[in-house]
């Protein structure tokens, strides 16, 4: 079985959130399974920096619109999976995030740079391919990869199948009918059965309908999505296409995420050892110019600050959650109000409430281990990876029941298995709520070890997962 795993980011190199994890550590668990994967990914600075050594081996071209004739370039990840960089640095070659220009905007091209890897995935599972390595199955990943079944279906020959793994249904891709030009895609693929969307035309949703098969990464938001409240405007065709969507729970990269070998922690630590994770609080509290305490629970963020994520409840109720008492600490960017807001709250409250705007990498884990509560409150959340870091850290998080977050955390009310505290409706009281019953139990160690220790005995390991996608493969 050969599979293209087709993707817009690639940690450690290039990520603004889990669909970068889940593409650096999932690879890896399938061909630990037999499947030979190769990745096919932008060559974005940081990649062509980290694989000076990769080679040309084809010019896909008459792609077709505008889209240019780019390079492939191939390369190893150090893990040996194969990688396919899509060499063209007019598109890619530029500074930051892999979406945004320097203002936070969408860059203006976006339809093209995207629309040139849907192509290129499709072209890798066709007959014009002159690669000597055929897929059987093109793996695509949300809406930047969503536009490959959609080629496949209008090239000629035979053709590899196509997965269309959804991370997130509220980035569409959308733009307007003139991109269907540009990119090269027929008239005949403007319709309701095509790539059309309310006027629009929009990657994600050729991806749905196109796709041989849908899959997204939590048995509950498979389910969600397919209601009009959560579908985003796709529900109906998810339902349509109820047969075909499957949820797979995403699993995470445990060796990059362990307490005890982690070499961005100050202090290493694990199940045996959990009163050592305090040397990380102390350290933590330190870094970030909170009083050092240890008779204060250590609250902590770990996110993309936007609508999604229900931060906008931690901002309501952090005057009152800082007199639980309790200390907290957030890491984030993104929307801009939001950083704004959560910025002049550390402001506000020096030595309890600490806030780092950016993207640091190193300083999430030492986050993960130095804080006693992770906080996760979720509008949505199709699977959610820091929930499961902070279960694998000893950090008990608090979730709202959705998604994978609701699949993946078991409310301390269960003796047996609770790892952690979940609530229900999306309001501030019912977090603060949450918030309380966490922070009562912090101040009972023997109940607090007990749920840092289930949340550490979790499987989070991507092996169920990448079976299940073996699976998925072989029935297309
Ligand atoms: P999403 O993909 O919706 O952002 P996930 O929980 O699946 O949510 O994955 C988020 C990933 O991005 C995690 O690895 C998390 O640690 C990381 N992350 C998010 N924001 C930051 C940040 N500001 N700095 C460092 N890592 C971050
Ligand atoms: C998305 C989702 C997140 C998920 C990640 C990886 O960004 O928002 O819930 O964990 O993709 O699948």
Redesign the pocket.
Known sequence: MKVLFATSELAPWV???????VAGSLPAALRAQGIDVRVLVPAYPALVQAFPDAVEIARPHWLGGLLPTPGLKQAAMPDGTPLLLLDYPHYFDRPGNPYLGPEGRDWLDNHLRFGLLSRVAAWIGSEASTLDWQPDVIHCNDWQTGLAPAYLQFLPGRLAKSLLTV??LAFQGLFDHASLFELGLPDASWNLNGVEYYGYLSFLKAGLQLADAISTVSPSYAREIQTDAEGMGMAGLLRHRAARLSGILNGIDTEAWNPATDHHLPHHYGPRRLEEKAVNKARLQEEVGLEVRDDLPLLAV???LTE?KGLDLLLQITPQALELPAQLVI???GDRAMEHAFASLAHRHPGQCAVRI????G??HRIEAGADIFLMPSRF??????QM?SLRYGTPPVVRATGGLADTVVDAADQKHGNGFVFGPPTAAALLDAAQRATTAWRDPALWRRLQKHGMARDSSWATAARHYADLYRSL
């Open positions: 990520k603004t959130g889990g669909l970068g994890d991370h997130n770990v996110s993309r999604q890491l984030g960017s950016g993207f640091d990498e300083f999430a959340e199709p699977c959610g990876l820091n870091y």
